[in-house]
């Protein structure tokens, strides 16, 4: 049975390496919240969100780098039409097992926003600006 769905998670894309580590999700941390999928994924962070690229690594090791952008939000109300600038970001990290320990830095700049400690599928903890 074990085997079967294991064989199963391969063919739809939710195990990578022969380690069989699991990267799409949900995972969760404080202060963050990723949801990843094989075309790409989105971030939600204390005052900021971000996206990943389709494209994204795993290597069999459990190592992950992907692409993408960081908008840094702001307190206050959204004028309509506002758009925040978005910024070049690289994610990398590492997963082992149902933990996963993500860095994003900006790339235009060299500017670490944060390293996270997420646990797949669980709930993050983040605070809105205000």
């Known amino acids: ?23 799409i999700g949900s995972w969760g941390g404080l202060h963050v919240v990723l949801v990843l999928e094989q ?25 992950f780098t992907g692409v993408g952008e ?15 600038p978005a ?4 994610y990398e990290g590492t997963i082992s097992g149902d933990r996963m ?8 700049s060299a500017q670490v926003m944060g390293s996270f400690d997420l646990r797949r599928d669980a709930d993050g903890q983040i605070v809105r600006c205000l």
């Open 1 to 23: 049975m074990a085997s079967a769905l294991l064989l199963l998670a391969s063919c739809s894309g939710f195990i990578y390496g022969p380690n069989g580590i699991i990267a």
């Open 39 to 63: 075309s790409g994924g989105t971030l939600e962070y204390d005052c900021a969100h971000g996206t990943i690229e389709p494209g994204w690594t795993l290597t069999d090791d459990g190592n």
């Open 70 to 84: 960081h908008v840094i939000e702001r307190g206050g109300p959204v004028q309509e039409g506002e758009v925040l």
């Open 87 to 90: 910024r070049p970001a690289a």
């Open 101 to 108: 320990r993500l860095t994003v830095t900006l790339t235009d």
